[in-house]
Protein backbone atom coordinates (compact mmCIF):
# COMPACT_ATOMS: atom_id res chain seq x y z
CA UNK A 1 0.00 0.00 0.00
CA UNK A 2 2.92 2.13 1.05
CA UNK A 3 4.51 1.93 -3.07
CA UNK A 4 1.11 2.44 -4.61
CA UNK A 5 0.16 5.45 -2.29
CA UNK A 6 3.41 6.85 -3.44
CA UNK A 7 2.76 5.69 -7.15
CA UNK A 8 5.69 3.73 -7.38
CA UNK A 9 4.71 1.16 -9.77
CA UNK A 10 8.38 -0.72 -10.10
CA UNK A 11 8.63 -1.23 -6.51
CA UNK A 12 4.97 -1.96 -6.29
CA UNK A 13 5.35 -4.88 -8.61
CA UNK A 14 8.73 -6.03 -7.41
CA UNK A 15 7.12 -6.00 -3.75
CA UNK A 16 4.38 -8.22 -5.16
CA UNK A 17 6.48 -10.75 -6.90
CA UNK A 18 8.50 -11.15 -3.60
CA UNK A 19 5.22 -11.66 -1.69
CA UNK A 20 4.04 -14.57 -4.20
CA UNK A 21 7.40 -16.11 -4.08
CA UNK A 22 7.24 -16.29 -0.45
CA UNK A 23 3.22 -17.24 0.06
CA UNK A 24 2.03 -19.04 -3.75
CA UNK A 25 -1.45 -18.41 -2.38
CA UNK A 26 -1.03 -14.62 -1.91
CA UNK A 27 -3.29 -12.23 -3.65
CA UNK A 28 -3.08 -8.56 -3.66
CA UNK A 29 -5.66 -6.69 -2.27
CA UNK A 30 -7.81 -5.42 -4.94
CA UNK A 31 -8.42 -2.30 -3.79
CA UNK A 32 -4.64 -1.54 -3.14
CA UNK A 33 -4.32 0.90 -5.85
CA UNK A 34 -7.67 3.01 -4.55
CA UNK A 35 -5.70 5.49 -2.22
CA UNK A 36 -9.54 6.43 -1.06
CA UNK A 37 -10.15 2.98 0.21
CA UNK A 38 -6.94 3.24 2.43
CA UNK A 39 -7.70 6.20 3.52
CA UNK A 40 -11.31 5.05 4.73
CA UNK A 41 -9.65 1.93 6.61
CA UNK A 42 -6.61 4.11 8.67
CA UNK A 43 -10.02 6.11 9.40
CA UNK A 44 -11.75 3.37 10.54
CA UNK A 45 -8.44 1.99 12.68
CA UNK A 46 -8.27 5.51 14.28
CA UNK A 47 -11.55 5.83 15.13
CA UNK A 48 -11.51 2.41 16.81
CA UNK A 49 -8.59 3.35 18.94
CA UNK A 50 -10.41 6.59 19.12
CA UNK A 51 -13.14 4.39 20.66
CA UNK A 52 -10.72 2.57 22.93
CA UNK A 53 -9.39 5.52 24.71
CA UNK A 54 -12.91 6.68 25.47
CA UNK A 55 -13.45 2.94 27.04
CA UNK A 56 -16.28 2.28 24.75
CA UNK A 57 -15.71 -1.52 24.34
CA UNK A 58 -19.19 -2.45 23.32
CA UNK A 59 -19.09 0.05 20.38
CA UNK A 60 -15.49 -0.92 19.41
CA UNK A 61 -16.91 -4.32 18.83
CA UNK A 62 -19.86 -3.28 17.05
CA UNK A 63 -18.20 -1.19 15.00
CA UNK A 64 -15.74 -4.05 13.96
CA UNK A 65 -18.28 -6.42 13.51
CA UNK A 66 -20.24 -3.59 10.84
CA UNK A 67 -16.98 -3.81 9.30
CA UNK A 68 -16.77 -7.61 9.03
CA UNK A 69 -20.22 -8.05 6.87
CA UNK A 70 -18.75 -5.13 4.65
CA UNK A 71 -15.74 -7.49 4.21
CA UNK A 72 -16.20 -10.79 5.78
CA UNK A 73 -11.70 -11.29 5.68
CA UNK A 74 -11.23 -8.08 7.45
CA UNK A 75 -9.11 -7.91 10.34
CA UNK A 76 -9.25 -5.22 13.10
CA UNK A 77 -5.52 -4.77 14.56
CA UNK A 78 -4.31 -7.84 16.87
CA UNK A 79 -2.86 -5.13 19.51
CA UNK A 80 -6.26 -3.11 19.77
CA UNK A 81 -8.28 -6.85 20.40
CA UNK A 82 -6.00 -7.67 22.68
CA UNK A 83 -5.70 -4.38 24.65
CA UNK A 84 -9.37 -4.60 24.40
CA UNK A 85 -9.72 -7.70 25.76
CA UNK A 86 -7.68 -6.99 29.18
CA UNK A 87 -8.93 -3.74 29.49
CA UNK A 88 -12.50 -5.75 29.81
CA UNK A 89 -11.01 -8.31 32.03
CA UNK A 90 -10.42 -5.50 34.12
CA UNK A 91 -13.94 -4.23 34.18
CA UNK A 92 -15.14 -7.88 34.59
CA UNK A 93 -12.64 -8.16 38.04
CA UNK A 94 -13.44 -4.63 39.16
CA UNK A 95 -17.74 -5.33 38.67
CA UNK A 96 -17.50 -8.53 40.11
CA UNK A 97 -15.51 -7.34 43.37
CA UNK A 98 -17.68 -4.33 43.82
CA UNK A 99 -20.54 -6.85 43.46
CA UNK A 100 -18.73 -9.25 45.97
CA UNK A 101 -19.24 -11.95 43.45
CA UNK A 102 -15.76 -13.42 44.70
CA UNK A 103 -15.62 -16.51 42.54
CA UNK A 104 -16.04 -14.51 39.43
CA UNK A 105 -13.34 -12.26 40.45
CA UNK A 106 -11.06 -16.01 41.05
CA UNK A 107 -12.28 -17.24 37.50
CA UNK A 108 -11.54 -13.79 35.43
CA UNK A 109 -8.57 -13.46 37.05
CA UNK A 110 -7.63 -17.34 36.64
CA UNK A 111 -7.86 -16.66 32.75
CA UNK A 112 -6.40 -13.41 32.34
CA UNK A 113 -2.73 -14.02 34.40
CA UNK A 114 -1.41 -11.02 32.73
CA UNK A 115 -3.41 -8.90 34.61
CA UNK A 116 -1.69 -10.23 38.12
CA UNK A 117 1.14 -7.41 38.12
CA UNK A 118 2.38 -4.67 40.08
CA UNK A 119 0.69 -1.97 37.43
CA UNK A 120 -2.19 -3.51 38.08
CA UNK A 121 -2.46 -3.23 41.68
CA UNK A 122 -5.62 -2.63 42.64
CA UNK A 123 -6.64 -6.16 40.51
CA UNK A 124 -4.14 -7.84 42.60
CA UNK A 125 -6.16 -6.44 45.85
CA UNK A 126 -9.29 -7.39 44.57
CA UNK A 127 -7.89 -10.59 43.95
CA UNK A 128 -6.09 -11.27 47.43
CA UNK A 129 -9.49 -10.37 48.94
CA UNK A 130 -11.36 -12.63 46.71
CA UNK A 131 -9.34 -15.25 48.15
CA UNK A 132 -9.77 -14.18 51.71
CA UNK A 133 -13.73 -14.20 51.52
CA UNK A 134 -13.89 -17.20 50.10
CA UNK A 135 -11.99 -19.08 53.13
CA UNK A 136 -8.91 -19.33 51.20
CA UNK A 137 -6.30 -17.46 53.43
CA UNK A 138 -3.61 -19.07 52.29
CA UNK A 139 -4.10 -17.91 48.81
CA UNK A 140 -4.74 -14.28 49.86
CA UNK A 141 -1.72 -14.37 51.86
CA UNK A 142 0.34 -15.70 48.62
CA UNK A 143 -0.96 -12.53 46.64
CA UNK A 144 0.03 -10.27 49.48
CA UNK A 145 3.21 -11.84 49.66
CA UNK A 146 3.77 -11.55 45.86
CA UNK A 147 3.33 -7.83 46.15
CA UNK A 148 5.75 -7.22 48.66
CA UNK A 149 8.32 -9.31 47.17
CA UNK A 150 7.79 -7.54 43.52
CA UNK A 151 6.06 -4.44 43.80
CA UNK A 152 8.28 -1.59 44.57
CA UNK A 153 5.88 1.60 45.53
CA UNK A 154 6.15 2.33 49.16
CA UNK A 155 2.59 3.67 48.90
CA UNK A 156 1.33 0.41 47.43
CA UNK A 157 3.54 -1.78 49.73
CA UNK A 158 1.96 0.35 52.98
CA UNK A 159 -1.55 -0.35 51.60
CA UNK A 160 -1.22 -4.24 50.91
CA UNK A 161 -0.05 -4.43 54.82
CA UNK A 162 -2.83 -2.65 55.54
CA UNK A 163 -5.51 -4.78 53.97
CA UNK A 164 -3.76 -8.06 54.48
CA UNK A 165 -4.94 -6.73 58.30
CA UNK A 166 -7.65 -6.38 57.37
CA UNK A 167 -8.86 -9.67 55.75
CA UNK A 168 -6.06 -12.25 57.03
CA UNK A 169 -5.80 -13.95 60.43
CA UNK A 170 -3.18 -12.47 62.26
CA UNK A 171 -0.90 -15.43 62.16
CA UNK A 172 -0.87 -15.16 58.42
CA UNK A 173 -0.35 -11.00 58.77
CA UNK A 174 2.45 -11.33 61.15
CA UNK A 175 4.18 -13.83 58.44
CA UNK A 176 3.96 -10.68 55.75
CA UNK A 177 6.66 -8.40 57.82
CA UNK A 178 9.60 -10.73 56.67
CA UNK A 179 9.18 -8.63 53.66
CA UNK A 180 9.50 -5.43 54.56
CA UNK A 181 12.07 -3.23 53.11
CA UNK A 182 14.42 -0.63 54.73
CA UNK A 183 14.63 3.21 53.15
CA UNK A 184 18.48 4.12 53.15
CA UNK A 185 17.42 6.13 56.30
CA UNK A 186 16.78 2.81 58.44
CA UNK A 187 13.13 3.51 58.22
CA UNK A 188 11.07 0.27 57.34
Not at 6 to 32: F, H, K, S, V
Not at 108 to 136: G, H, M, Y
Request: net charge negative; charged share 30%.
Amino acid sequence: RYFAQQGDMRRLETEIQRLRALYPNWQPPRDLLEPQAQQMEDQLVQRLWDLYGQGRYSDIREAIAQRQVQDPSWQPPADLIAKMDEAEARERITNASDQQQWRQVLQVAQRNPQLLVCQSIDILWRVAEAFAKTDRDDRANDVYSYILQNCDEPGDRVSTMEKARELLPSNEFDGLFQYERKTPEGVG
